[in-house]
């Protein structure tokens, strides 16, 4: 989903802080993150003693989905990695854990995101990677409105400081489930 930001660039930046902020946390779904505040929130919860059974697991974390999002909506939009300043993206914590969990369970030798062969992905990396997405996404829901306002206030203070006012795309687009 891409939402453009309308705003008068000609007004002084106090007359659209509260617009803008408004404007924000209004299109946005109530689980969504800025990209850029995935990783470092992930990297906390998984010290969180529910989620440390998965430190000696190899799973991909969501912070990694979330960037294949990214750049898959780059490529099929056209634009390359250094184009990627021109948006904000912001990442539907909820909606990619449900793909994610949805391709993991379609795991067949002829989905070939998901072949053994190609992959070397097991059974057991399956089970887990599942079982490591139900315990982000429980722990997740403990802090998910404030982890979405100090991302929403984030973003206000980007758009603040720098004058940027970037298109918003959340991830991943909802319609296609099967990438």
């Not at 929130?41 to 999002?69: D, G, I």
């Not at 939009?77 to 969990?101: C, G, K, M, P, V």
């Not at 404030?146 to 980007?158: D, I, K, M, N, R």
Request: hydrophobic residues 40%; proline residues 5%; contains cysteine.
């Amino acid at each position: 989903m891409v939402i453009p930001i309308a705003c008068e660039k000609n007004r002084p930046l106090a007359h659209k802080n509260v617009h803008l902020f408004d404007q924000i946390q209004a299109t946005l779904p109530s689980d969504a993150l800025l990209y850029e505040m995935l990783k470092p929130l992930e990297q906390k919860l998984q010290k969180r003693p529910q989620m440390l059974r998965f430190a000696t697991k190899s799973v991909y974390p969501l912070w990694f989905l979330s960037e294949t999002e990214r750049n898959v909506f780059l490529w099929r939009n056209n634009h390359s990695l250094r184009e990627q300043e021109a948006f904000q993206f912001w990442i539907s914590i909820d909606h990619l854990i449900e793909r994610r969990i949805h391709q993991l369970q379609r795991f067949t030798e002829e989905n070939l995101f998901l072949s053994p062969e190609l992959t070397g992905h097991t059974r057991d990396f399956q089970r887990a990677q599942i079982e490591y997405l139900e315990a982000f996404s429980h722990e997740f829901k403990k802090i998910r409105p404030h982890a979405h306002a100090l991302s929403v206030v984030g973003a206000t203070l980007e758009n603040e400081q720098t004058g940027n006012w970037k298109e918003h795309v959340v991830l991943p687009i909802k319609g296609n489930r099967s990438n």
